[in-house]
């Protein structure tokens, strides 16, 4: 999980009486959200017998996904880890000796898949504007080892693709992009997924669009399409005897249940981002105009056409709260019965896995200070949040409104 979901944190009751109760608290809507289409789809795969990974709505979600994010190819995938490991390797980065730079702030799997195509990580620092992958940080990482950099569209934030693809230009690189959080968004008018070699998405449960589990990889280079659906069809050709292996794949292909339930979600992902852009828009005016709440929103940069806002991103100020911690105000928000989270515990740097002796010298740390700054003082709303109507947003501004003048005693715990 990319979020800590906190619908299922307990709250003591104590703490709910602190802050008045929740009479008035936002309803936002449940997620996943899903109707008749999901239900139809799946009951007609389930009639057609064909429910593996071979059935033609496997294909046509391909195409349309691929085709939304400004691509020729699609290879629907088990989930948005393999898929990012299995680019890598269709590239031919599967080595101990090839590297690849990846932001120290992001969720686990961006690092892990590198290790699991069996090649070598570089941490580099993201951008303090947006918390994705900062150009220049990358252009201080890159070794002679260097064989791909992987922005991470954090939060459905689109990095700055235009500065990443040139310097992947210049030094010859492949770029990667991982979108997993990014359904839909686009820079500078460009779908995301389409200005790397290859992007690659994940439909688990709490993303965008969501089949419970899934990933694809997208892309406009037709022989990185082909090597990445042998790898997912157990190293069979596209077209081939089902007994003849070519490569060392495996089995990660997405079922037709899935793809029934992604058919459905598709077509509601543009209103769904339109809807979260919107009401993103009047938080990031509302808690500019009002400091004294205690939250500024990270926001977007100026090249960013579509943001996806899987998370709603802001930066705790607890000197506009007299102090109050971050954790306490987090946990006063839950209370109230608003999804939010301080987010990734540490930076991936630190995670001990990588420091495991197992992968002694595949992991390299990197001094990123901004990446720190951010597991220090972000709290992150879930994208449900944005998907309520506009009362919702301004409900959700009273309820930081309410523990703004309750802080005193949130502080004392009286
Ligand atoms: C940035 C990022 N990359 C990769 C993944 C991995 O996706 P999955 O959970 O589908 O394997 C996730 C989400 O979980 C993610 O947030």
Redesign the pocket.
Known sequence: ??ISETKNSKVAEGELALLGGTADAPNFPAWPQYGPEEEKGLLEVLHSGEWGGYNPRVPELEGKFAARHGTRYGVAMA??????AAALQACGIESPSDEVIVPSY?????AS?VLLAGASVRFADVDQASLTLDPAAVEASITPQTRAVMP???AGHPANLAALKEICRKHNLILLE?A??AHGAAFQGQPVGSWGDLG?F???A??NMTAG???MIVTNNEDLANKVWALTNQGRKKGGKWYEHYVLGANYRLTGFQAAVLLAQFARLDAQVKLREKNAAILDRELRANPQLGLAPVGRTAAVSSHAY?IYVTRYRPEALDGLSREKFVEALVAEGVPCSTGYPMVLDDQPVFHAEKLAGRAHPGDVPNSRQAVAEVVWFIQRVLLGTEQDVYRLLEVFEKVRRNRGKLKSGK
Do not use: I, P, R, Y
Request: hydrophobic share 35%.
């Open positions: 999980m990319s989930n948005g880890t393999l898929s990012l992001t969720f686990f799997a961006s898949s991470v569209h954090f991982d997993a959080q690659s994940s439909f688990q709490s993303k589990e899934g990933g899987h």
